[in-house]
Nanobody
Framework: QVQLVESGGGLVQPGGSLKLSCAAS????????VGWYRQAPGEQREVVAS???????NYADSVKGRFTISRDNVKNTVYLQMNSLKPEDTAVYYC??????????WGQGTQVTVSS
């Protein structure tokens, strides 16, 4: 089993930046697609970005051009660099494997709050 732990969230002003980290266990990590998801209060959880084992990326239209997903397979870590943050980016952010997301299996997540 692959275990994922999110970190790096916090409070930031509009226009600011944060970098989230997703630390993974297991040598199989390098073979897996990993996604960042978020859930705002009263909203459904949504996919923010994903990255394949080969480094191909996808982004939600709402974050395209502002967020960058990357991975370091040596460190077993996936990152989400978030720039030009907006209040509507406020949410709990999760990293997950797509299969586990479909099974509704989630970790703790990390809170991102964008506010003046």
């Amino acid at each position: 089993q692959v275990q994922l732990v999110e970190s790096g969230g916090g409070l930031v002003q509009p226009g600011g930046s944060l970098k989230l980290s997703c630390a993974a266990s297991g040598s199989i990590f390098r073979l897996l697609t990993v996604g960042w998801y978020r859930q705002a209060p009263g909203e459904q959880r949504e996919v923010v970005a994903s990255i394949t084992s080969g480094g191909a990326t996808n982004y939600a239209d709402s974050v395209k051009g502002r967020f960058t997903i990357s991975r370091d397979n040596v460190k077993n870590t996936v990152y989400l660099q978030m720039n030009s943050l907006k209040p509507e980016d406020t949410a709990v952010y999760y990293c997950n494997l797509p299969l586990n997301a479909r099974l509704e299996s989630w970790g703790q997540g990390t809170q991102v709050t964008v506010s003046s």
